[in-house]
């Protein structure tokens, strides 16, 4: 079964980057899409980016298009959330998703999703 390990979150002050990973096991790297969520205390689930492996489409959050690069390493089977210029506003628990048999491109939408990591918090405050 596809399992996802999170890893990258942390404190940072406000302007300050992270790069958050994603591991994927138990399933092949080909013909999946990941995705990167946030949810914030008393907020619902935010779609912020995704990724097809199968034709390396990316999907981003108007919120994040400008400061967040989503991609991924085949050979590593990683995907990466590469967040600069972030804001207290970005404060949440980022979470990846993933889900099989993606033939084309990839859709920001939770039910889309099937596995899911852990989540990371990612705290952005001075």
């Known amino acids: 079964q596809l399992q996802l390990v999170e890893s990258g979150g942390g404190w940072v002050q406000p302007g300050r980057s992270l790069r958050l990973s994603c591991i994927v096991s138990g399933f092949s790297f080909n013909n999946i899409a990941i995705g990167w969520f946030r949810q914030a205390p008393g907020k619902e689930r935010e779609g912020l980016s995704c990724i097809s492996t199968t034709g390396g489409t990316t999907r981003y959050a108007d919120s994040v298009k400008d400061r967040f690069t989503i991609s991924i390493i085949g050979a590593k089977k990683t995907a990466y959330l590469q967040m600069n210029s972030l804001e207290p506003e970005d404060t949440a628990v980022y979470y990846c998703?993933?889900?099989?048999?993606?033939?084309?491109?990839?859709?920001?939408?939770?039910?889309?999703?099937?596995?899911w990591g852990q989540g990371t918090q990612v705290t952005v405050s001075s």
């Open positions: 998703a993933a889900v099989t048999g993606v033939l084309s491109g990839c859709i920001l939408g939770e039910y889309e999703y099937a596995y």
